[in-house]
């Protein structure tokens, strides 16, 4: 077959107009140019990115909403249509209020294929949804010629116990990091119907805040009531900074480390029967684990117990407030913030440090703390050791299911080991304790003979008796000298 006939048959079953190809083509190219400079222009930490699909493979159930969509991701999903006449009863909720009333898409990692009307509606929908839901109702004025309006707003009209479930799967819905719309548009939907702007705004980021505090009741906070923050890019972001460690570690662990602690075995020894001293002067061990080379790695609870590190639950104190991820390590203890683990854990770490891994600009704050904990409670023992300490409280089945929970969380994760991040000092003092010789031994010591009080008394009974043959022994041998003497 030759040519001339290959084009006439490709001529009569596909007919291709060029020019509208074209067309098409600049249209397509002018609409991701425009997406990519408002990208470029805006700040990267906004960017709402998607889960990378083989982090998504670690477990789907985390990473996509079960009730509830926010934002284009997972906008229309056959199981998330219910909650969208919630959404229209919200919106009816915000116009009655008061009758008067392209940069968008890219604060989206990702375009999608809805049109422009259908995304708009998409974000007055879901951003009135936030206002009523979240309780950023305060400051609205109310045109008085409308019909009079709950001040609680609307609610799922269903069984007290449906209601229950679904309100709670919708607020970790909210939490998703493919489930984001920006903040600025709900505060810009919100300042259109407020009596003042100025005063206004910053009741409804207050009253935002108050409601992820409740979502983090159960996690220590620095951020109170009088430091609430002013600005966030989404709910997933107010989140993370609500967890963010609130003391610099660094500080604290190189100025300690340099401390000389000779007389600390004795001290302690004395204090606590025989509950000897666990650091001493560290600058060698420090200047060895320094090193550029070294691949750091966090041991396991059990092994750094055994090198007589004592692990403590951090109490809470409102006058020198502390957060989750803020751990103290000193004199041989380490203070660890008490962490509840429940069913819903794994979602809310996993997209917390989806959200590091996607916008480098938040730090990496809670992802170094998962690595911390991955690699602390690796096994049921660690998991146990920590939870007999009141460190950890989980309502999971077995210890071994928490263990491999924190596990899993590390997969697909990058993380630089030889990098700055906020537990480095902890790190390498923690190391240094380890590696000494004279730790493990009076460790050892303690763990064996002094654990139990009894074998304890028992110890020091007998190496009484044997001090007491040692002198009775040595004052035969001196009157015996003395006779031979005389």
């Given at each position: 077959m030759d040519d001339d006939m290959l084009t006439e048959l490709y001529d009569s079953t596909d007919v291709v107009d060029i020019d509208e190809l074209v067309d098409s083509m600049r249209a397509d190219l002018n609409r991701r140019t425009t997406l990519d400079e408002c990208r470029k222009n805006g700040n990267k930490c906004g960017l709402i990115?998607?889960?990378?699909?083989?982090?998504?493979?670690?477990?789907?159930?985390?990473?996509?909403?079960?009730?509830?969509?926010?934002?284009?991701?997972?906008?229309?999903?056959?199981?998330?249509?219910?909650m969208e006449t919630e959404k229209w009863i919200c919106a009816d909720y915000i116009?009655?209020?008061?009758?008067?009333?392209?940069?968008?898409?890219?604060?989206?990692?990702?375009?999608t294929e809805m049109d422009s009307k259908e995304f708009l509606q998409m974000l007055l929908l879901d951003s009135c949804f936030i206002l009523v839901y979240l309780g950023g109702m305060r400051g609205l004025c109310r045109d008085k010629h409308t019909q009079e309006v709950s001040d609680d707003g609307p609610g799922i009209q269903e069984d007290g116990d449906t209601v229950e479930w679904y309100n709670s799967s919708a607020v970790y819905d909210l939490l998703l990091l493919e489930n984001q719309i920006p903040f600025f548009i709900v505060r810009a939907i919100y300042q259109l119907f407020s009596r003042d702007t100025v005063a206004t705004t910053p009741l409804l980021t207050s009253d935002i805040s108050e409601f992820m505090e409740g979502i983090l009741y159960h996690f220590p906070k620095v951020i109170t009531e009088a430091n609430r923050p002013g600005d966030f890019y989404h709910l997933l972001h107010l989140c993370h900074m609500y967890l963010k460690p609130g003391q610099k570690l660094d500080e604290q662990h190189h100025g300690h480390a340099g401390k000389s602690h000779c007389f600390d075995y004795i001290y302690y020894f004395g204090k606590k029967v025989f509950c000897f001293g666990r650091e001493q002067n560290m600058y060698h061990e420090l200047n060895k684990l320094?090193?550029?080379?070294?691949?750091?790695?966090?041991?396991?609870?059990v092994n750094y117990?055994?090198?007589?590190?004592?692990?403590?639950?951090?109490?809470?104190?409102?006058?020198?407030?502390?957060?989750?991820?803020?751990?103290?390590?000193?004199?041989?203890?380490?203070?660890?913030?008490?962490?509840l683990i429940d069913d819903k854990s794994s979602l809310l770490f996993r997209n917390l440090v989806a959200l590091e891994q996607t916008c480098p600009q938040v730090g990496e704050d809670i992802t170094a703390y998962i690595v911390l904990m991955s690699q602390l409670i690796s096994t049921a023992a660690d998991v146990a050791l920590l939870a007999q300490k009141g460190i950890i409280v989980h309502q999971m089945e077995s210890?071994?299911?928490?263990?491999?929970?924190?596990?899993?969380?590390?997969?697909h994760v990058g993380f630089d080991y030889n990098g700055e991040y906020y537990l480095k000092s902890l790190f390498y003092?923690?190391?240094?304790?380890?590696?000494?010789?004279?730790?493990r031994w009076m460790a050892l010591l303690w763990h064996k003979h002094f654990s139990n009080p009894w074998l304890g008394f028992a110890a020091i009974t007998s190496a009484f008796i044997v001090l007491c043959k040692l002198f009775l022994h040595f004052c035969r041998i001196s009157d015996k000298a003395i006779g031979s003497i005389k």
């Open positions: 990115c998607k889960i990378v699909h083989r982090v998504r493979l670690t477990d789907r159930n985390v990473y996509e909403p079960s009730v509830l969509s926010i934002g284009p991701y997972h906008h229309s999903e056959s199981q998330l249509i219910a116009l009655k209020l008061n009758r008067n009333g392209g940069e968008t898409r890219g604060s989206y990692g990702e375009d320094y090193s550029p080379q070294l691949v750091n790695r966090w041991r396991r609870a117990h055994e090198a007589g590190i004592e692990f403590r639950k951090r109490e809470f104190d409102e006058e020198d407030p502390h957060s989750l991820l803020d751990i103290k390590f000193r004199k041989g203890v380490m203070e660890i913030p008490c962490l210890d071994e299911e928490v263990s491999t929970l924190f596990t899993k969380l590390f997969e003092v923690m190391e240094a304790h380890y590696q000494s010789r004279l730790n």
